[in-house]
């Protein structure tokens, strides 16, 4: 999937998992909890890379799925329809996969 509007990572880093989350077109409740849910997750904002570089916050103008609103990507797979547990778990599977990633490669 190709982001149509993508800012630079922070801290000019790429990380291994880039999740991208519309910044200005999401109901203010959703945008809300989901920036907030991946904030307290990530300890991030956005255009910024965790410390550990495995994950940046990319801010773009369109994901293309109004449908599924809220929306967030991670690596260009879309998951949808989110709520704060949902994103959670996923954000905790993902942080996990990068950990054993890292294990393996050490």
């Known amino acids: ?3 149509p509007s993508m800012h630079s990572f922070g801290r000019n880093r790429s990380a291994q998992y ?3 989350l519309q910044r200005h077109s999401l109901p203010c409740e959703w945008r809300k909890m989901v920036y907030d849910t991946v904030q307290d ?12 570089g495995n994950f940046s916050l990319i ?5 293309g799925c109004c449908s ?4 967030i990507t991670i690596n260009g ?19 996990k996969r990068a950990r054993e990633i890292a294990a393996q490669n050490n």
């Open 59 to 63: 801010s773009v103008a369109c994901l």
């Open 68 to 71: 599924l609103a809220p929306v």
């Open 18 to 20: 880039r999740q991208s």
């Open 1 to 3: 999937m190709s982001l």
């Open 41 to 52: 997750e990530l300890n991030i904002t956005y255009d910024e890379t965790t410390d550990d």
């Open 77 to 95: 797979e879309v998951f949808g329809r989110l709520d704060a547990t949902k994103l959670r778990k996923i954000l905790r599977e993902a942080k």
